[in-house]
């Protein structure tokens, strides 16, 4: 029970922050779309094909919500640091590790809504109407654990480098790297072991391709299961070696 | 029941260096701080404080030696004993209102909203928070975050608070009405305080007990009175009626002269009492109408330094 009672306190949190900064939001998801008018139309203007566009829809929303994934763990880490709250997220009883994992929760269940509007306006804006299947919020969840295992290995690096922002802004641009290698081959290992890859190679095929998510092969998902696992378990293991790292040398916090 | 809420044996942290010797930070610090004690942990800048309150939070590990929270050494449980205010008004959230924060702060305790209602009204009507319990934390005064901070750590309800500065810079009336608060925390709730603090009027204002370290070491573990009386010196203050600005002259280095109006004020610390005699005696003979004596009390700043400078209490 505990644990729900500081998920449920890192949720209100988090919805009170969002509407209280409700404009700052509007703002960077207009941002954002005028960041992917210019791509989309750059791509048009140059002759891409019809999959090839809705692919980079695809493509961009995942980004954008890997990127907000992401930040959850690792801007976070450093931005409570800065803040002088770390401490005290700390001296729960539930571990830094779990209560970082409900924020990332709670930022997908947000995160979908907000992206599910962006695609919606992506596809408006464009004319390219996508398939939106609902198995496509396992492929995303999925998608997003293995997103979840490098912000943590990222939070934990920030937890003992403090430094880290060049890292995470190369990381921003390897994640474009791994949503577009669907693009360049449909199966293979690279695709099975890379992270992100792969999920976003079957959100390709059920969002662009009209795959339902229910045709897609058992062990396709299976795949994506375990790689998803492998690299969220990964990714909490090295950020509990990292947190101890900090904790022996006294770097936890700002204090 | 376990007498001593809190006890540290053998602690000792070095900090590594790179192609250096490690520096040490706490090196075989033993204190205990028993329930309902106000305990002062004082030291100068890089003493070891931080290092000690830090590996209490769990913050840091320490090389070795044990912590124990009520006769429980425990790594993952801390939260269930301590809660802390480390960075006074940094500790909370500043786009959270104070109601809001406080809120938080018990859900992340993981207590249910419905339990911590009335505490979370109590901390709010005690801190006199309760006509800016929707203001954000960053549009209150330095005071009120102040407190609020320390509101968000007693929402938590833990036996045992860890206080670092509660009242730097705050201005007399509400560092007053703080001192007195965390007093009563000790006296009526029995909660067990640890406070760092380098304002040895508020230490000497609220704590039972301190713990001086220097160079990671403990130096001093006594109660204030104890120290105060150990270092009491035979200083006085007498009032002279009338200006003699000759006195200075005549009475001889560690004699304070203040003529004021038409008043003369001398203070000054004598070895013994024969010399006090011989200081009226002469006064009498310069047919110096004395006004009042008063034996002054050690400062307990003067105590502080004196025990860094060497000397043993």
């Known amino acids: 029970m505990m644990d729900f009672y500081v998920f449920v306190a890192i949720v209100k949190k988090y919805f009170i922050e969002l509407k209280r900064y409700a404009f700052n939001t509007v703002m960077m998801m207009f941002g954002i779309y005028i960041l992917f008018a210019l791509v989309f139309f750059g791509l048009q203007s140059f002759g891409a094909a019809t999959e090839t566009l809705e692919s980079a829809i695809v493509g961009f929303a995942l980004w954008i919500f890997a990127i907000l994934g992401f930040v959850e763990l690792s801007w976070s880490i450093l931005e409570e640091a800065r803040n002088g709250t770390l401490e005290q997220l700390y001296l729960s009883p539930v571990s830094f590790g779990r209560i970082s994992g409900y924020r990332v929760l709670a930022s997908f269940f947000v995160n979908m809504v907000l992206i599910g509007a962006f695609l919606i306006a992506m596809m408006v804006g464009t004319g390219h109407y996508l398939n939106l299947d609902p198995g496509v919020i396992i492929l995303l969840f999925l998608t997003l654990l293995s997103i979840s295992g490098i912000g943590y290995i990222m939070g934990g690096l920030a937890l003992v480098f403090k430094k880290v922002q060049a890292t995470l802004n190369v990381f921003q641009f390897l994640f474009i790297i791994l949503l577009m290698l669907p693009a360049v081959m449909d199966e293979g290992v690279i695709l099975y072991v890379l992270p992100v890859s792969w999920g976003s190679a079957l959100i390709n095929r059920v969002m662009v391709s009209g795959t339902p998510f229910l045709a897609l092969s058992p062990w396709s998902i299976l795949i994506l299961f375990v790689n998803s696992l492998a690299y969220f378990a990964a990714g909490y293991l090295i950020f509990g070696y990292l947190e101890r790292v900090a904790k022996k040398k006294g770097l936890l916090g700002h204090y | ?313």
């Open chain 2, 1 to 313: 029941m376990e007498r001593f809420a809190l006890e540290l044996k053998g602690l000792n942290k070095t900090y590594p260096q790179w192609r250096k010797p490690g520096v040490d930070a706490l090196v075989d610090v033993n204190f205990s701080v028993c329930r309902g004690e106000i305990l002062g942990l004082l030291g100068p800048n890089g003493a070891g404080k931080t290092t000690a309150i830090k590996c209490i939070c769990g913050l840091i590990l320490p090389d070795t030696g044990t912590i124990s929270y009520f006769g429980h050494e425990t790594a993952n449980g801390i939260a269930r004993y301590v809660s802390a205010v480390l960075e006074g008004n940094r500790n909370i959230y500043w786009r959270l209102t104070s109601r809001e924060n406080l809120e938080f702060f018990a859900g992340l305790q993981g207590l249910s909203p419905s339990s911590v209602k009335t505490k979370i009204h109590d901390i709010l009507d005690n801190f006199d928070l309760t006509d800016k319990e929707d203001v954000p934390a960053r549009k209150l005064s330095r005071g009120m975050q102040q407190k609020l901070a320390l509101g968000c750590a007693l929402i938590r309800d833990t036996p045992i608070l860890l206080l670092d500065e509660p009242t730097l810079g705050l201005d007399v009336e509400t560092s007053f009405d703080l001192r007195r608060y965390i007093k009563n925390l000790a006296k009526e709730d029995g909660k067990t305080i640890l406070l760092s603090s380098h304002d040895m009027n508020v230490v000497e204002d609220i704590c039972d007990r301190v713990v001086i370290i220097d160079h990671g070491c403990v130096i001093t573990d006594d109660t204030v009175e104890r120290l105060k009386g150990v270092f009491k010196v035979q200083a006085y203050e007498i009032g002279l009626h009338g200006r003699h600005r000759n006195l200075e002259r005549a009475l001889g280095d560690g004699m304070e002269v203040d003529i004021r109006d038409s008043r003369t004020t001398l203070r000054c610390q004598l070895k013994d009492s024969t010399a006090f005699y011989n200081l009226v005696d002469m006064l009498k003979k310069r047919n110096i109408e004395i006004d009042y004596i008063k034996t002054l009390e050690p400062n307990f700043e003067e105590i502080f330094i004196k025990v860094l400078g060497g000397e043993r209490a």
